[in-house]
């Protein structure tokens, strides 16, 4: 049955929702393990907005060489795995070692994922059917996106 199920999660609570489902999925593959992935936007490298303020110094990104720019990434996706991990506590504990923890950056959030689920070979994606977005549609557009950028199934939760 499934192997690896990817959780996209952006800490709204369809995202929490999904990752309840999947780890009730996994209680019946014993060979299942989760992937709880955060993308982040590359846009928001370099601001402050998940709260890395400082990790530039105020360097205008111009004047990164490669290497440091890296770096910078680098400390922002550390930084919002920390977060998820804290945000997602007793849940995160109870799957123990059948779960990790992943922030992933790229232009695009959907296409980040979609490429996250490829390279891991996940056999299932479960995510929200909507996010933390305030216009309520029928399906938000990272989940569109995903549907968009992946052959792999793909469960949503409400
Ligand atoms: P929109 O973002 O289009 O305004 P929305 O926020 O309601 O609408 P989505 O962003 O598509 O809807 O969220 C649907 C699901 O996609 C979430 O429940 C979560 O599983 C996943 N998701 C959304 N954003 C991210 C992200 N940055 N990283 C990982 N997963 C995400
Ligand atoms: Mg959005
Ligand atoms: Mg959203």
Redesign the pocket.
Known sequence: KFRHIM????G?D??KN?LQYAKDLVETCPEARISV?????SSYVGTDRMGTEGALDGVPYGMLDYEEYQGVVQHVLDEAKKRVSENLGDTLADLGDRADVVAVAGAS??DA?ARFAEEHDCDLIV???????????M????????LRATDIPVL??K
């Open positions: 959780v996209p999660y952006d709204s369809h995202a999904a992935v955060h993308a982040v936007p959030p959907a994922l995510m929200g059917r909507r996010g933390l977005g305030a216009i309520r549609g399906l938000g557009s990272v989940s569109f996106g995903v949503t939760v």
